[in-house]
């Protein structure tokens, strides 16, 4: 039994050296841009350079980039291997940046070739590209980071909490919402601002101090089942991470009487929607407290009857808002990326398996009730002192 034992034991080993790969054969790539040409795909692959990021080299950039074209996306993959000499190692790719085009045709054939590969963990940022190739933000140059595809990895973890326009949803939870009914995605949307590409992927560009190009992830882009229908702005995204309570902490600023700007900083935030389906409405329940940030209103806000006023302008705001991106969803979008139809699911699963097979012909029907409550708990060390 023992001499078995060993025999094993030796040939998991000589298995195991068969396919042995030196660290420096390795390329590892940190990420992938796949764009859609005619009926074809587009694998672009960022690759760390790990002599420069040593330090042996100081005349090479950390990363390069290899592109190649298949049918399929895994044809694609095999053809990046033949244009490097090094082995592609995938373990540490961070993030997936798709064209527009994938995105409107549908993400799920994405997602069945990335999950189907073991050796890619499901922990990774998928983004898509807001008017550019996917490939051409892979390689946009960064000064922050050798690395620059991480930026965007970064910012959807950190961002989230101190901006709250951001989602960060592994590969598990994308494939997941937007294969579930009543319950559509939003996945971040990355941008090229400044002076294009042409710029970004020179190297000068990282050697200023306010480069000329940058990437930035200030939208979010909308889904309806797998298939992009539109993109949330700034604010937009704002407030729909506070409707799904992705975010409690997030700016409101109001113009009051068309001349006296107010900042109004929430730390905390309470939402419930309750959909009545046999009356078509729902309601939207919003409680946040917060601190005043910034206020040009001349009022004495050592007054609580002046801080009531001050809260009543501000819960007229955020109502309003609020109101105007359910209407997007309703009517523009034609999308349930508030996940009412999964709430409906959550409380009367009979009533939900009577409607889902036309929840989006539903969805836009719907009358929204949207009720604010803003309590400022504080308005910092100085106060107004006009009546």
Known sequence: MKRWLFLMSVLVCLSGCAHKVEMSQLGIVSGFGIDKIEDRYRLTAQVVNPSSIAGNQHDTLSIFSVSAEGETLYDAYRELNTLTSKVLYLPHLSVIVLDEEIAKDGINTVLDFVLRNVAIRPNITVAIANNAPAADILHVLIPSDQIPITQLDSLSNMCVKCTGRQVNYNLYQVSERVNTEGDNIVLNSVAIIGDGIS????????????PSTQLQIDSLAAFKSDKLVGYLDSEEAQYYNLLVGNSKRYVLNTVIDETYKVAYEARDTKVEIKPNLDEKKVKVECKVEGILMENEYPINLMKPDNINTLQTYLEEALKQDLMNLISK??????????????????????KWAAVNGYWEEIYPTLEFEVDVKIEINSVGDIANLKD
Not at 199 to 210: A, C, M, P, T
Not at 331 to 344: A, N, P, R, T, Y
């Open 199 to 210: 710029q970004g992927e020179k190297i000068e560009n990282i050697l200023q101090v306010e």
């Open 329 to 350: 969803t309703q009517h523009e979008l034609q999308s349930d990326i508030l996940g009412v139809g999964s709430k409906i699911h959550q409380k009367d699963p009979k």
